[in-house]
C-alpha cells in the first residue's frame, strides 16, 4: 500500500463525506465491471452541493455526475473522490480537467490511480491549476471497493475468488459424487450475487456437464437486497469461461442456451489453446489472457475440486469464498479439495480468515492464502 | 420444556434479579459438578438483602447463603432461586424448609427440579406454608446452566459434548499421522475450559498413546479469564474415562503421573468389562454406568475419528465442539470423523448450528444433531 504524507489533518466532516462518496460508489458494484466503482462529492459551504457515481462503463465518471449537480456552485468547493480522477482523454474528456473547469478549491482522493504507470498524473493536473489536493482518507475502504480493477492495473492479472462448498467435516459430495444440495437456498443466492459481483466465472467442462450448469446469473435467483440495488434491464452477465480441453462439451448443454458470453479454453478449435509442457491447460497464462482479451478483472472460479487445488497451487487465488453447511458426511466423501501430499505439518497452506457470518443455516468463510500475501 | 402458567406477569425488577441469579450460578461453574449451579437473590422493598450461589458438593445451597447474608431482613422478601429449592434431607436440610423458616413471602423459580420424581415437592411445601410461588422467569437461561445435570436426572444419560479439532478442509490429521498442532494455543486453551467445565473426559487409549495426553486440566493453560474466576486451589479434575479394550495403555504413561481420577475400560481386569455382541466396548452402557458410578453428569469427548463417528452413530452426543484451523490439509489427510457409508443426501446427518466464533485465529463452532433432537 502506497503511503501519503498528510499534507493537513482531515476534519469529521472530510471523513463523513468520503465515507458517503464510498457509499455512492458501492451502488455501481453489480454494474460498472470492468470499470471500477467510483463515488463523488462535492461540499461548499459545508453542504453537498454534486454528489454521483460511476453506474456503467461507457457513460459518465462519478465526478462528472457529481459536477452536472453542483453547477455554478461547485466554485471554491471541495471534491471528494473515492480514486485519483482520471487525466486522459477516453471515452470521456478527463475528470481532472473538469473539476479544474468547474473551478473547486481542493480536491480529496482516498486513492490513487492503481495504475502505477499513470498514477498521480490526475493529481498533478489538479495541483498543476492551483488545487490544493489531499490523498489517502479511508484507503482502505476505497481500496476494498475494486479488488479486480486494483490487482488488474497492479500485476496485469486478475483479482480471483474460489468458491467452495461443503458440509462441516469438509466433503464437498457423497463417494458416489451426489452433492444436491449440500448448501442452503440462502447460500445459493450468496452465490448468484458474486456472479453478479464478478466480470467473469471460471469453471470446467466437468462441473457443466455434470450439473448441467448455466452459470450464469438469475435475476430471480438474486437477493432481494441485491434486486433492490439495480434494475433487471441493468443485469450483467460475466464471462463464462469454460476449461474443457479434452472437448467434451456439447451444444445441448444449458451453457449455450443462456445469456451471456461464453469463453471454451480447448486444446483445439477456436478458442483460446493454451497448454504447458505436460499438456495441462496453462492456468497463469490461461488467466492472464482471458483477463487481457476479455476485460475481465475479477473472477469466481465454481469447480470442482481438481481446479481448486491446481489454482492453489499455481497461486492464481486471491480469496477462497468457504460455504460449510450444517451436516456431517463422513470422511468416505469428496474432499473439498484434491490432494496435496503433505507430509509435515509445516507445509500446509496457512490462511488468513478475514470474515465469518451465517449465511442462512451454513457459515461463510472469507479467507486469503497466506503465502500470496508473500509474492 | 415444561410450560408453565404464569400466575402474574413479571415485573422489570423480577427479570433483573433473577438475571442476577443466574450471572451468580454461573460463579460456580467449574467447582459445582456433579452439583447444578444455582444462584439466589433475596430482595425487600426493591434492595438487595442476600444473595448466593452453590460453590461446591457438600458446601450449602445458594438458598443458604443468600439466607445468612439476609438474616431478619429476608421476613416478607422475595427470594429468586434459578432452580426450584429442594425438599430433601441430604447433606444439608431442605432449602424449602429454610425459606419457609426465613418467612419469605415469594419465591420465584426459573425452573422447576428436572428430576420427573422429585419435581415440584420444593414448590407444594413452599406453597402449603403459604409462600407465593412463581415458576418460569428466564427458564431457557437456567436450563443452560446444567446441561448435565438437567440430562441427567431426565435420561439418566450424561450430557455430550464431543470435541474436534481440524483444517478448514475438515482434515484432522495429515496422511501419515502428523497432527500437532492443527489449531492454535488460543484454541487449546478454550479445550482445558471445557475441560474444567466437564465432569469427565472420554477418550481412546490410542489418543492417549499416540498423544502421551494427560487428559487433565492444567492451571497454567486456563485462559486468564477462566482464572479469574476460582482459586488454583478449588481446582477440580474432570474424571477421566479410557477405553482400552485391548489393554494397551502402560504405567509409563502420563495419564498415569498427573491427578486425576481414571477410570480404564478395558475388556478384563479391574475395570469395567462392557462388551456388546460384537465383541466391541459397548458405548451407551459404558456412558451409562461411568455417569452412575462416577457421578459424571457432563461428558468431554476427546478422540480421534473413530470414536467420534462410533458416538455420533449411537446417538451419543448432545452437542459438537468443531475447531477449525485456517490451513488447508487436502483430501488426502485424515477425516473429522470416520466414514459414514452415505449413499444418498437424505442420509447425511444434519446438524443446528447454535453459535459460531473465532477462538484466536481458528474457527469454533458449536453445533447440535437434528436426529437427536426427534430422540
Not at 499534507?7 to 466532516?13: G, I, T, V, Y
Not at 480529496?108 to 489531499?134: F, H, S, T
Not at 507445509?347 to 461463510?364: A, P
Request: hydrophobic letters at 40%; a negative charge; aromatic letters at 4%.
Amino acid at each position: 500500500m502506497t503511503q501519503h504524507t498528510l499534507e493537513r489533518a482531515f476534519s469529521d466532516l472530510d471523513f463523513a463525506m468520503m465515507s458517503r462518496a464510498i457509499k455512492l460508489a458501492k451502488r455501481g458494484i453489480y454494474t460498472t465491471a470492468p470499470n471500477p466503482n467510483v463515488g463523488c462529492v462535492i461540499v461548499r459551504d459545508e453542504e453537498i452541493v454534486g454528489e454521483g457515481y460511476h453506474h456503467r462503463a461507457g457513460e459518465p465518471h462519478a465526478e462528472v455526475h457529481a459536477m452536472r449537480m453542483a453547477g455554478e456552485k461547485a466554485v471554491g468547493a471541495t471534491a471528494y473522490v473515492t480514486l485519483e480522477p482520471c487525466s486522459h482523454y477516453g471515452r470521456t474528456p478527463p475528470c481532472a480537467e473538469g473539476l479544474i473547469k468547474a473551478k473547486v478549491a481542493r480536491v480529496v482522493c482516498a486513492m490513487v490511480d492503481p495504475n502505477p504507470k499513470v498514477a498521480g498524473r490526475g493529481i498533478q493536473m489538479l495541483r498543476d491549476a492551483g488545487i490544493e489536493v489531499q490523498i489517502g482518507l479511508l484507503e482502505q475502504d476505497a481500496l476494498a471497493l475494486n479488488p479486480g480493477f486494483i490487482k488488474y492495473m497492479r500485476t496485469g492479472m486478475p483479482f480471483v475468488q474460489l468458491k467452495m462448498a461443503a458440509s462441516l467435516d469438509g466433503q464437498s459430495a457423497l463417494s458416489n459424487g451426489q452433492s444436491q444440495w449440500i448448501t442452503s437456498p440462502a447460500a445459493r443466492q450468496d452465490v448468484q450475487r458474486y456472479r453478479a459481483i464478478s466480470g467473469g466465472i471460471l469453471s470446467t467442462s466437468k462441473t457443466v456437464i455434470d450439473d448441467n450448469a448455466s452459470l450464469n446469473v438469475r435475476w430471480d435467483d438474486l437477493p432481494n437486497s441485491v434486486q433492490a440495488q439495480y434494475l433487471q434491464e441493468e443485469l450483467r452477465q460475466p464471462v463464462r469461461v469454460i476449461l474443457d480441453r479434452q472437448n467434451h462439451l456439447t451444444d445441448a448443454l444449458k451453457l449455450f442456451h443462456t445469456d451471456g458470453e461464453r469463453v471454451i479454453v480447448r486444446s483445439d478449435g477456436d478458442c483460446i489453446p493454451l497448454l504447458d509442457s505436460a499438456d495441462q491447460i496453462d492456468l497463469s497464462t490461461t488467466l492472464k489472457r482471458i483477463s487481457d482479451e476479455h476485460h475481465i478483472n475479477h473472477l469466481w472460479v465454481e469447480a470442482g475440486a481438481t481446479l481448486a487445488s491446481a489454482m492453489i497451487k499455481a497461486n492464481l487465488v486471491d480469496e477462497l469464498i468457504v460455504y460449510l453447511a450444517p451436516k456431517l458426511m463422513g470422511s468416505d466423501g469428496r474432499g473439498l479439495i484434491g490432494a496435496l501430499g503433505l507430509s509435515a505439518m509445516a507445509d500446509v497452506i496457512d490462511l488468513n480468515i478475514t470474515d465469518v457470518r451465517m449465511v442462512g443455516v451454513d457459515i461463510r468463510i472469507t479467507a486469503t492464502i497466506k503465502r500470496n500475501e508473500i509474492r
